[in-house]
């Protein structure tokens, strides 16, 4: 499986998990409650990972997790 059919499954995962888990478990008001709550957490994560996945494809890495460690290597030592 390459790393972009992983990350698929993964986002539709989440989205999935968000959008349905909520109104199983709990009464419809709650659920509104539950799913505004969820959607205001994961959202933006969602965003953050196809940004940064994006800048993964464009860069010269062979694996997301070599771009994921130099990434957090330059940040962290300023270079």
Same mark, same amino acid.
């Given at each position: 499986?390459?790393?972009?059919?992983?990350?698929?499954? +993964? $986002?539709? $995962? @989440?989205?999935?998990?968000? *959008?349905?888990?909520? *109104?199983? *478990?709990?009464?419809?008001? #709650? $659920?509104?409650?539950v799913h505004g709550i969820?959607? /205001? /957490?994961? @959202?933006? /994560?969602?965003?953050?990972? @196809?940004?940064?996945?994006?800048?993964?494809?464009?860069?010269? *890495?062979?694996?997301? #997790?070599?771009?994921?460690?130099?990434?957090?290597? +330059?940040?962290?030592?300023? #270079?």
């Amino acid at each position: 499986m390459s790393d972009f059919s992983s990350f698929k499954v +993964m $986002a539709a $995962a @989440i989205v999935i998990f968000v *959008f349905t888990v909520p *109104f199983l *478990f709990v009464t419809p008001i #709650e $659920a509104m409650f539950v799913h505004g709550i969820c959607s /205001i /957490i994961y @959202i933006p /994560i969602i965003v953050v990972w @196809i940004r940064d996945f994006r800048k993964f494809k464009a860069s010269n *890495f062979k694996t997301y #997790e070599q771009y994921w460690h130099y990434h957090h290597n +330059m940040k962290n030592f300023g #270079e």
